[in-house]
């Protein structure tokens, strides 16, 4: 990609890329980009930890500064949640089926082709490769947001 920079890329938001090829980017960078700070906007304001619920509360911005995001080709993306924030999505049980909560509400996205959850802290998805960085950030956002919300009321 001589001088240019990848489809995928928000202006003012550039990825550093490793030996390897892969683009990475931290959540926090793209707090002012349109669609990343509406997804703030409809997150909570405070996201509270579910396995233990003695720990301070984790505000939005720094939940989004918690996560990173890593692709090589813009349509398939690994996403990592730092451990420190992951209880604010950790209900204590497992799904028999092996999905949790935030891999079922992105696969519910239209643009999301597939979603897994292989490790605690690491989700993989796919797009249907037409979104930017910040519609991907967006995304993960929204789906943590919702299952942060369902899990910590269930009723």
Request: hydrophobic share 35%; net charge negative; charged share 30%.
């Amino acid at each position: 990609m001589f001088g240019r920079s990848p489809r995928w890329e928000d202006p003012g938001v550039p990825g550093e890329r490793d030996p390897d090829g892969w683009y990475h980017y931290e959540g926090a960078a793209f707090a002012a980009v349109a669609p990343v700070r509406t997804a703030i906007g409809e997150a909570p304001e405070h996201f509270v930890d579910l396995y233990d619920p003695s720990a301070p509360p984790v505000p939005r911005e720094q939940f989004l500064g918690s996560i990173e995001f890593a692709t090589k080709d813009g349509k398939t993306w690994d996403v990592g949640i730092s451990d420190d924030h992951f209880g604010a999505l950790d209900d204590g049980e497992d799904d028999p089926d092996g999905d949790d909560l935030v891999t079922v509400l992105l696969r519910e996205q239209p643009q999301i082709r597939f979603a897994i959850h292989p490790d605690r802290e690491v989700y993989q998805l796919a797009t249907d490769g037409r979104l930017t960085a910040s519609d991907v950030v967006a995304t993960m956002l929204r789906a943590v947001a919702q299952a942060h919300r369902q899990l910590a009321d269930p009723s």
